[in-house]
């Protein structure tokens, strides 16, 4: 099958998972204008049509980041190109205070899952690809993101609304594709990226056998990012081994390796931590000494962001304070990372008390 024919198929399996009947309303595309969105956008809009006949067009959301003087403008050519397409677009505007990509990242996708909900959608689309899950895998290896991060991008994930900082829960649907899905409850909608398996390449000559015009985002060129280095020093991956053999790497990780982590950092969890609340938890130390060094360390960052002032909870802590605070554990001495603090009960320092602690501002 073609990737039009690959996309269409797995738009219907997901609502099979979902156990609905679909509708032109149930996904909303995300399109950013470059050659990956573009051909998600179109391929989609055929879907649409042909599936729905005499509904409603589909939706998609166009968001300015807002961070050029001319990001406005290129909105609305991108819109103008998503209505000759066939699709309703909805243009949002973000109102950054930073450029960080991990912050523009953060409100676009609040602005895709506002403007889904508004309309009653179900399920955003995004056009992540296989050359995406590399840099991805890369760079989590250099974070040293621990298991779980070298999962890569889930090709399902929940967004929800919430009361922490940043207005937004992430949570990655794992497993094998198959499973049912329960439908999103109030204030909640799937994010589902149905070319995580295809290579950029085959998406750019999509566009091109489609006459489909798109534009590139100059600061894709700015090597000052670091995901843009990595794509710099891999090059645009196309069908090579490199990509065939993350795409596996990635499903081995995902849907095998993950969840016996997860099963095995649960079990540390039920005997290492003597009391587990919202605010504060004690933790034997003797029964961590027990287990491997990098899986400790996993589970003091799930034990960390548990107790962590709800601003800081919201992303992990990184890996180097976790090694900080693992070693100075081991050693009986005091730590504060992530906005809570860690104390020995006792001068042998057997067991930890983690508590929060809402006026610390140091570092993670």
């Known amino acids: 099958m073609g990737l039009a024919e690959l996309t269409w198929s797995a738009l219907d399996g997901f609502s099979r998972r979902l156990g609905?009947?679909?509708?032109?309303?149930?996904?909303?595309v995300a399109?950013?204008?470059?050659?990956d969105s573009t051909a998600l956008a179109h391929i989609f809009s055929r879907y649409v049509k042909t599936r729905f006949p005499g509904q409603e067009?589909?939706?998609?959301?166009v968001v300015n980041h807002n961070l050029r003087?001319?990001?406005?403008?290129?909105?609305?050519?991108?819109?103008?190109?998503?209505?000759?397409?066939?699709?309703?677009?909805t243009v949002r505007t973000l109102g950054l205070r930073s450029a960080r990509q991990e912050v523009a990242r953060r409100g676009r996708l609040l602005e895709l899952m506002g403007a889904g909900l508004e309309h009653g959608g179900t399920c955003v689309l995004t056009a992540h690809n296989r050359s995406d899950q590399l840099e991805t895998f890369v760079l989590r290896a250099m974070r040293a993101s621990g298991v779980r991060g070298l999962a890569g991008i889930p090709p399902v994930s929940l967004l929800s609304l919430s009361a922490v900082v940043g207005g937004m829960r992430i949570a990655a649907v794992r497993g094998g594709g198959q499973e049912s899905l329960r439908p999103p409850s109030e204030g909640e909608i799937y994010a589902f990226r149905p070319l995580l398996g295809a290579p950029k390449a085959d998406l750019v000559d999509y566009c091109e056998d489609n006459g489909l015009d798109y534009v590139s985002d100059p600061t894709n060129a700015d090597l000052s990012y670091t995901r843009n280095a990595i794509r710099s020093h891999f090059g645009t991956v196309g069908a090579g081994p490199i990509c065939r053999d993350l795409g596996t790497l990635s499903d081995l990780f995902?849907?095998?390796i993950v969840p016996r982590h997860s099963d095995r950092l649960r079990s540390m969890r039920a005997e290492a931590v003597l009391e587990f609340g919202d605010r504060n938890l004690k933790v034997d130390v003797e029964e961590l000494r027990r287990h491997p060094r990098e899986l400790v360390q996993d589970l003091l960052v799930d034990l960390v962001r548990h107790v962590a002032p709800r601003g800081g909870g919201r992303r992990a802590p990184r890996m180097r304070s976790i090694q900080r605070l693992q070693r100075l554990m081991y050693e009986g001495k005091p730590c504060d990372v992530h906005g809570i603090s860690c104390r020995p009960e006792n001068p042998r320092g057997v067991v930890y008390t983690f508590r929060r602690n809402l006026k610390d501002r140091s570092r993670r």
């Open 31 to 35: 399109l950013s204008g470059g050659p």
């Open 20 to 28: 609905i009947a679909p509708t032109s309303k149930t996904f909303a």
């Open 254 to 256: 995902s849907e095998v």
């Open 69 to 89: 003087p001319e990001s406005a403008s290129e909105a609305a050519v991108v819109a103008e190109r998503a209505w000759r397409m066939g699709l309703e677009p």
């Open 57 to 61: 067009r589909g939706r998609c959301v």
